[in-house]
Structure formats: C-alpha cells, structure tokens
C-alpha cells in the first residue's frame, strides 16, 4: 500500500506546522524553500521596510539617476500615465509570447489604438485603464486578427472590446460573427421591438 505523504514544514518564526504552499521559494535559492512562512515572510519584510526608509529612498534616487532612459520608457509606458502604451506593450507581449509573428512596432500600434475610442462592432467605449492582465474586463479594448492569421501587422488588426472578441472566436466564419454582433448590439440596446428577421440564429 502507497502512503500519500503530505508535505508540510515548520515556519521557524512562528512555529507553526503549514503545508509546504504557505512557504514561498526566494529568487537564487534553486528551489529551496523559504524558513518562514509567507505570512511571517510578509511581516519581516515589512518590518524591515520602515526601518531601512531612508535606506530605501536614498537607493531608489541614486537608481532613477544612473538610469534615465529607463525611467522615461517606465513614465511613457506607466498604466496611470499612459494607459494606452500600457495596454499596447502588453498586447504585443503576451501575442509574441503565444508565437505570433510580430511585425508591429509598440509606437505603430499605439498610433493605431490611439485613433480608436469605440469598439467598431457594438460601439462600447473602450477602457483602456482595464488593461489587459488579470483584469481584463467586457470594455476592455483586445487585438483582434481580423483573418486570425499568424502574422501581426497594420493590415491584418484591429482593436475590439474584449466581449465581441470573446463571441467572435478562431472559429466563427465572418458571417456568423456579423450576426452574432448584430444579435450582441440588440441585446446590450435593451431594445423592444422584435428581433429582425433574418438574423439567421433560429431562437
Ligand atoms: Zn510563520
Ligand atoms: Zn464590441
């Protein structure tokens, strides 16, 4: 018979026994894990923090000195500055990071986004503060490949909220995505009258 072991370790602050997921792996450490559990971890480091203020600031402002160029792309790319650069560079990044070929720059493609306010399909304002990281929401603005291609240039994009091209999908042909759309645009205008005949949906 198989034991299932269940991994778990004592915090060295507080003593307590945790499961091994209550202990988080420091960077450099190859894999070991840390002696205090995150909370404790939490509480050190934070602690360690009002201490060493000084410390800290005095580290940063001699950081933002050294490196200028790196604090103007940091300004022109942060989210509450420039949330339109913020949501391109991540755009561009996750389609490069899913292997697709890029052939866009990050000034192209803000040019792009920034002559765009409505989504062309069900006419949304677009929020780009939404970002496009773990809060991507229904307005949040998303890189459509129009043919679903594999290459990333002017020609083959656009930019639509997030809910049309949830609904649009690798694979629906553009008829039934222009229908779709149409049906979309009825529902969100809370519209009485009857659905137009034609739709092609059946319902
Ligand atoms: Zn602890
Ligand atoms: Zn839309």
């Known amino acids: 018979m198989t ?6 370790k004592i915090c060295t602050k507080c003593k ?51 490196n200028p160029e790196k604090v103007r792309e940091h300004m022109r790319t942060c ?12 755009s561009l990044g996750s389609h490069r990071a899913r292997g697709f070929k890029m052939k866009i720059s990050i000034d192209e493609l803000e040019k792009v986004a920034r002559n765009i306010s409505r989504c062309p399909y069900c006419n949304v304002e677009l929020d780009w503060l939404q970002g496009n990281k773990g809060h991507v929401k229904p307005k949040s603005p998303s890189l459509d490949r129009i043919h ?39 529902i969100q205008g809370g519209s009485q009258k009857e659905i137009p005949a034609g739709h092609g949906l059946g319902i």
């Open 148 to 186: 679903n291609g594999n290459v990333i240039d002017e020609n083959s994009i656009q930019i639509i909220c997030n809910r049309c091209n949830t609904i649009k999908g690798n694979e629906f042909g553009d008829d039934l995505r222009c229908r779709l759309i149409t049906m979309l645009k009825y």
């Open 16 to 66: 307590r026994e945790l499961l091994i997921d209550n202990f988080g792996i420091p960077p450099k450490s190859r894999g070991r894990l840390n002696s205090q559990c995150k909370d404790c971890r939490t509480e050190t480091t934070n602690a360690w923090k009002v201490r060493n203020l000084e410390r800290i600031r005095k580290t940063k402002r001699a950081w933002v000195l050294k």
């Open 3 to 8: 034991k299932v072991e269940i991994k778990t």
């Open 79 to 90: 989210q509450i500055v420039n949330p339109i650069r913020a949501w391109v560079r991540g």
